[in-house]
């Protein structure tokens, strides 16, 4: 087969269905957002391309339950603050950025899932998506910065005393 006569290569596409997921976020608000530049040489703190391995990303996650729905929680209010200070004593690694960034987040869950575990659900599922939109935020702030955009990676929130799984 010659090249003008190859057929391009054809990916089987599957048709996704798409519905509501059981945790839906209602409202997303931010108290605190305070991002800035390390003082450094951009060269040095390029951001675009920066590996985070060794930085300590800080998170406080507080999960509250609307009041009266204790037997059977539905409705849940997050404080996520998340941060990346570059305290480091010992001279350590530095994020071309540093931050704060403080939020507070609304859930609706349904009722499709135990008690018992909504809360867990909840806690991990409602950080992640707080997070994506933190990341999105962040990416934004610094898109005119001195040391470019910065994306913060994707993380990974644990269940209350859930240990860490090795791969």
């Known amino acids: 087969m010659t090249s003008s006569t190859q057929r391009p290569c054809l990916v089987d596409l599957m048709e996704n269905r798409i519905e509501a997921s059981p945790l839906q976020l209602k409202q997303l608000l931010y108290s605190k957002i305070q ?38 929680p539905r409705d849940f209010m997050m404080l996520l603050k998340l941060s990346i200070r570059n305290d480091s004593e010992d001279g350590g690694k530095l994020s071309p950025y540093t931050f704060d960034i403080h939020s507070q987040a609304w859930f609706e869950m349904a ?17 992640s998506m707080i997070v994506s939109a933190m990341r999105e935020l962040l990416t934004l702030l610094t898109a005119r910065s001195s040391h470019g955009p910065m994306t913060l990676p994707s993380l990974r929130f644990l269940a209350n005393g859930e240990p860490e799984k090795q791969h």
């Open 35 to 72: 991002v800035e530049a390390v003082d450094a040489p951009p060269e040095d703190m390029w951001a675009p391309t920066f590996n985070f391995e060794g930085i300590v990303i800080n998170s406080e996650v507080l999960l509250v339950v609307q009041e009266g729905q204790e037997e059977d």
């Open 111 to 127: 009722s499709i899932f135990d008690i018992e575990k909504r809360e867990s659900l909840v806690r991990i599922n409602g950080a």
